[in-house]
């Protein structure tokens, strides 16, 4: 390591120490003091406990939700150009924050800094998108006879219930935060229990930027116990959750116990990234298939997890994708330059290790990787890996391993491909390499995912929608049609007789 890179980290390291670690819920503009379990949030870095935040129970998180429904009535009442201009400083806010919410985010996730610092950058974005958003959206006239008139229009839901995923903290967040205030919601927002700090502090910027107490309330805690009590709760009028499959079922029966509460949910996904012969570059779109699974370290619900091959090009691209591979050698997530950092937690790395040892219990093969990296430093790191010889029956190829291991699994012909990409119960997105157009478009449309990346792999802007088929969720973020989760129609019939 050079001078200026050691300097450059041992920066980073020093903001991270300093950054205040918030170790309670803020509700209605202040900390709230919460009587449920404690909870340990452990640096996968090196494994050592960097904070103990204050468990929410139910009531801490019944006081929150009494808290934006307080807000509601005031914060769905503002004309817009005052909503706007304090989403709009609320954005601004978070950007002044950059460097401190960064150096969280690399510390209680493990992602590399330039990872983490694009994160907080498109957090700020996403919630100045919808405040820019929120005044260009229109109502309806409906068609009628001369003597009525019918409008139509959309109206805030209420209290939103929010849960996020540990792997993009604050933009996962920001998706919800921000169409959800936009459109005159409050909020009551719980992040995962493993990375809670720097989307805590999200409360005491909002109130900073001007934001009416119990506009946004944050609650830390755990799933079951948090989690449950805000899917159940009877004055919250809809859950938007990302997270796993089996959780975003639960918070469908909670619903159902309840208040027939709206839910959205975008869940996990095990998404094919198919490369046939005629792939325009080689070299691209190996180069891409290594960065769709080992970009934050295979923590993403879009990861191209299948690589489906043709099979006259199968061996020849198997291996440049282990060569590929070898550029994501996990590093010192302070490092400007580190690619890949570590996993988030000692129950994920050993989530990942087992996926791939009973892989080749099954009859895969390790063609790269497969192993824990930088043991010595405590921290929960593993090594890039690509596993051959897959068929699509295997655990691994059906399951979400939700780590940065890629299973490879040759096809023949298109409709193989096809068949093969959705064999599964996810749909949440999917690659197609070729320099066909007409294959493209054929593939594409029979693809049953929520997105589908010809000749490229996870690309998207805050304007285009994002979001899954079958057990990867309901509904969608990002763009304007995210705000239509967080609102209801109301037609209203005027008669002029």
């Known amino acids: 390591m050079t001078a200026a890179r050691a300097l450059l980290a041992d920066r980073w390291r020093s903001i991270a120490a300093a950054a205040e670690r ?3 819920s803020w509700v209605a503009d202040e900390p709230l003091s919460a009587a449920g379990e404690p909870i340990r949030v452990v640096s996968p870095i090196d494994g050592t406990l960097i904070a103990e935040v204050e468990g929410s129970d139910a009531a801490t998180v019944d006081a ?10 005031h914060w769905r009442g503002m004309p817009i150009a005052e909503r706007k201009a304090l989403l709009l400083r609320f954005a601004a806010c978070v950007d002044a924050a950059r460097d401190e919410l960064a150096a969280l985010v690399t510390l209680e996730t493990g992602k590399p800094i330039a990872d983490a610092i694009g994160e907080v950058a498109s ?10 958003a929120i005044d260009k959206v229109y109502g309806a006239v409906a068609p009628t006879q ?3 008139l019918a409008l139509i229009t959309r109206e805030p839901m209420g209290v939103i219930g929010m849960v996020t995923p540990w792997n993009y903290p604050l933009l996962m967040a920001a998706w919800k935060i921000a169409p959800a205030l936009a459109a005159g919601n409050t909020a009551v927002l719980k992040p995962a229990e493993q990375a809670p700090l720097a989307t805590l502090r999200l409360g005491p910027l909002a109130a900073q930027a001007g934001l009416p107490a119990g506009v946004l309330n944050v609650v830390a805690g755990v799933g079951e116990v948090a989690g449950a009590a805000l899917g159940r709760h009877p004055d919250v009028d809809a859950i938007a959750f990302t997270g796993s499959s089996a959780v975003g079922k639960l918070f469908l029966t909670y619903a159902g116990e309840s208040n027939m509460k709206a839910v959205s949910l975008e869940c996990g996904g095990k998404s094919p990234n198919i490369i046939f012969e005629d792939v325009p570059d080689r070299a691209l779109a190996a180069r891409v298939t290594a960065e769709a699974i080992f970009s934050n370290a295979g923590e993403m619900c879009n990861a191209g997890a299948r690589l489906l091959v043709q099979a006259d090009l199968h061996d020849e691209f198997v291996e440049c994708v282990s060569k590929e591979a070898q550029a994501w050698v996990p590093g010192d997530p302070f490092e400007q330059d580190t690619r890949m950092g570590a996993l988030v937690d000692c129950d994920q790395l050993d989530r990942v290790t087992g996926y791939v040892e ?20 405590g921290g929960f790191y593993f090594e890039p890996t690509i596993i051959a010889s897959v068929t699509n029956d295997m655990e691994i190829a059906r399951d979400e391993v939700f780590g940065p291991v890629l299973c490879v699994i040759p096809f023949g012909e298109e409709d193989e491909a096809v068949r093969i990409a959705n064999d599964t119960s996810f749909g949440l997105a999917a690659g197609v390499w070729s ?10 449309r029979a693809l049953r995912a929520g997105s589908v990346y010809v000749n490229c792999y996870d690309r998207g802007e805050l304007s285009v929608p994002f979001g899954g088929h079958k057990q990867s969720g309901l509904d969608v973020d990002k763009s304007l049609l995210a705000l239509e989760k967080y609102t209801r129609v109301k037609s209203t019939w005027i008669g002029l007789e």
Do not use: L
């Not at 957090?123 to 820019?132: C, G, L, P, Q």
């Open 64 to 73: 929150a939700v009494h808290a934006a429904r307080r807000a509601f009535a």
């Open 123 to 132: 957090t700020s974005a996403a919630i100045a998108f919808y405040a820019e």
């Open 22 to 24: 918030p170790t309670r």
């Open 435 to 444: 320099r066909d157009v007409r294959r493209v478009h054929r593939v594409a």
């Open 146 to 148: 001369p003597d009525s």
């Open 358 to 377: 009973r892989g080749v219990a099954d009859g895969a093969q390790v063609a790269h990787g497969g192993r824990r990296a930088r043991r010595e430093t």
